[in-house]
């Protein structure tokens, strides 16, 4: 059993900061490509900012020079820094990983619950 838990979402005002955390738990052997995506009311879930485990990150256009995506392989972490925030940041915001649970295993997706990340004008 592999489980994602977010953290970190809440209320802020525009122009503002928040760090979205996201700890993998459970039988892990190893975690390749983890992610972030958001979906706002009525619209599809996007893409925000993938991190591989080797190779060059992504981002979406509409986040580039605000937020940075990171994590720490030792505490099986992704992180989501997000500064000057805007109101169309508003969304649930969502981890995502890919997991081998051992070293003959395939990878398979993960999802976490979800956190509300709310930016006011």
């Known amino acids: 059993q592999v489980q994602l838990v977010e953290s970190g979402g809440g209320l802020v005002q525009a122009g503002g900061s928040l760090r979205l955390s996201c700890a993998a738990s459970?039988?892990?052997?190893?975690?390749?490509?983890m992610g972030w995506y958001r979906q706002a009311p009525g619209k599809q879930r996007e893409m925000v900012a993938i991190?591989?485990?080797?190779?060059?990150?992504s981002y979406a256009d509409s986040v580039k020079g605000r937020f940075t995506i990171s994590r720490d392989n030792a505490k099986n972490t992704v992180y989501l820094q997000m500064n000057s925030l805007k109101p169309e940041d508003t969304a649930v915001y969502y981890c995502?990983?890919?997991?081998?649970?051992?070293?003959?295993?395939?990878?398979?997706?993960?999802w976490g619950q979800g956190t509300q990340v709310t930016v006011s004008s």
């Open positions: 995502n990983a890919a997991v081998q649970v051992n070293e003959l295993s395939r990878s398979n997706y993960y």
């Open positions: 459970g039988s892990i052997f190893s975690i390749n490509a």
């Open positions: 991190i591989p485990s080797g190779g060059s990150t």
